[in-house]
């Protein structure tokens, strides 16, 4: 079946060390999103790629980066630079018609 | 600036009790609307979405949502809870403006219990 892959679902983090989380998707959906998810703040946009070899900064890029090769995989580093890492990132892709296939999720936890 | 607003961060209902969650927009023309379903730890699920025609729509596990644009709305309803209905339920509208166009904004979710 068709999905959205996130992995790990778990990950911990020490000070100062940079993480990258994993998105792999196999539904042939142009657009990939990365939101981040902490209690009571909703779903924030961190970057999203509408094209391969391109992407966008969302409304909280600041301390992570992403790269775009190829259209199944859209993975995101958490840099040392993002000072408060810890929460949960959910990965995302659509076709372009605003219908959104959401992964399970990835828990990063700074330690 | 497009926008959502979920008035309600938690709402307790009884099980066999009706539920509706309330979700306000800001944009000018017909929006591109949509509901969407979180268990804890989980990602998102689309439970229905308003692009167009009647304003009231059917969504999967019995939930519905009515389109209202006098009042800027697009409250999701259903008529009798389930204790497995309990999650995050998140509104969203569709981005239309420039680069963002095909983007979703989310509102903030409104959690949900289910007494027994």
């Known amino acids: 079946d068709g999905g959205i892959t996130q992995s790990p679902k778990y990950l911990f983090r020490k000070e100062g060390q940079n993480v990258t989380l994993s998105c792999e998707q196999n539904l042939n959906h142009d657009a990939m999103y990365w939101y981040r998810q902490d209690p009571g703040q909703g779903l924030r946009l961190i970057y999203y790629s509408q094209i391969v070899n391109d992407f966008q900064k969302g409304d909280i890029a600041e301390g992570y980066s992403v790269s775009r090769e190829k259209k199944e995989s859209f993975p995101l580093t958490v840099t040392s630079a993002q000072k408060n890492p810890t929460a949960f990132y959910l990965c995302?892709?659509?076709?372009?018609?605003?219908?959104?296939?959401f992964g399970s999720g990835t828990r990063l936890t700074v330690v | 600036a497009q926008s959502v607003t979920q008035p309600d961060i938690h709402i307790t209902v009884s099980e066999g009790a009706s539920l509706e969650l309330r979700c306000n927009y800001s944009y000018g023309a017909t929006p591109y609307l949509f509901w969407y379903v979180q268990s804890p730890g989980q990602g998102l699920q689309l439970l229905l979405k308003?692009?167009?025609?009647?304003?009231l729509v059917q969504g999967i596990k019995g939930f519905e949502a009515e389109f209202k644009r006098s009042q800027s709305s697009f409250n999701l309803r259903k008529p009798s809870v389930h204790w497995s209905d309990a999650a995050e339920y998140f509104c969203?509208?569709?981005?239309?403006?420039?680069?963002?166009?095909?983007?979703?904004?989310f509102g903030k979710g409104t959690k949900l219990s289910v007494k027994p």
């Open positions: 308003y692009f167009s025609g009647d304003t």
């Open positions: 995302a892709s659509t076709t372009g018609d605003y219908g959104y296939t």
């Open positions: 969203a509208v569709g981005a239309i403006y420039g680069g963002s166009q095909g983007n979703l904004i």
